[in-house]
């Protein structure tokens, strides 16, 4: 039972080329009703995967399902595993396989409260839907993956897990956990042909950044050295390649999007 996309002769091939590496593969986007996720999904679509589109809202998921060739139209909520379980069942059920995840389901949690005047309750929540949702993702998707020795899994972290935002615990913590998550992940399953690695962006601009007064924009770009936010197609086309079969040396790694922000 072979189930990796392509064999690796002795010193490496050409790498696949850009446009259909995801031919004949499944992959799973969590979170694709909205931003990063209904980019990242548009993305693998069009370069050849079949695409599960999983989201806690069903509308928004079945709308970007409809724009996509090849697509599945999946509601879960990372915070129950019986659904995550049941949506990538499904995606198996229709490509045999699940060779890959992209996780960007994510929530704020509590803004602009200091830590010693923060929400308990809201906290766990958003905890529970950043951090223990991601470990359910890895969960199930390790699960389906193992029997064929092949998997790619990547977890949208964020800038904030690195460094810390004021005024954001929940949001900061969880991400850091995420980051920590994958580096103990990627050893765990270092030699079973699945690899787990972590995205921190900084800044992209979605609709949600629109929806912020000016002066937040301004102060979360002045930290950016490119002097601008990232864009949807630039977080795309970094977790596309993350989650490809030429992503196949690194794991329990941290990938950085953030316009030079971060060196490390
Ligand atoms: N946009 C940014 O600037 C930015 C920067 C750094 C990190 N991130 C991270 O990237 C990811 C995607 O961000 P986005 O800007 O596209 O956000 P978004 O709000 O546009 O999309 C998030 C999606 O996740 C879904 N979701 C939320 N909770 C869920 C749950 N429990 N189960 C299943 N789905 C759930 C939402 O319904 C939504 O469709 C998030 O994890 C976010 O923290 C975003």
Sequence with gaps: ?????????????????????????????????SGIGAATA????????????????????????????????????VTAPDTVDAAFDAAVQA???????????GVQGELGVPSH???????????????LGALVVTRAAVTRMLPHGYGRIAHV?????????PNMVAYSASK??????????????????????ALAPAVIRTPFLDSQPDEVVRYMTAKIPMGRTG?????????????SSACAFTTGFCFDLSGGRATY
Excluded: W
Excluded at 16 to 29: D, R
Excluded at 95 to 105: I, K, R, W
């Design 176 to 197: 850091a956990g995420v980051i920590g998550m994958v580096k103990a992940q990627g050893k765990e399953y270092a030699r079973t042909g699945i690899t787990v690695n």
């Design 117 to 131: 005047e923060v929400d308990l309750g809201r906290f766990e929540a958003a905890v529970r839907t950043n951090l």
């Design 42 to 77: 548009a993305l693998l679509a069009d370069r050849g995967a079949r695409v599960a589109c999983v989201d806690l809202n069903s509308p928004a998921v079945a709308r970007t399902a409809a724009a996509l060739p090849n697509a599945l139209a999946l509601t879960a909520d």
């Design 157 to 165: 972290a964020s800038i904030a897990g690195k460094e810390g935002n």
């Design 1 to 33: 039972m072979t189930s990796a996309p392509s064999s690796t002769p002795r010193y490496g091939g050409r790498p696949e080329p850009l446009g259909a590496e995801f031919a004949g593969q499944t992959v799973a986007v969590i979170g694709a009703g």
């Design 231 to 243: 864009t949807l197609p630039e977080a795309a086309s970094m977790l596309a390649f993350m989650v």
């Design 95 to 105: 490509g045999g396989q699940l060779h890959a995840v992209v996780n960007c389901a």
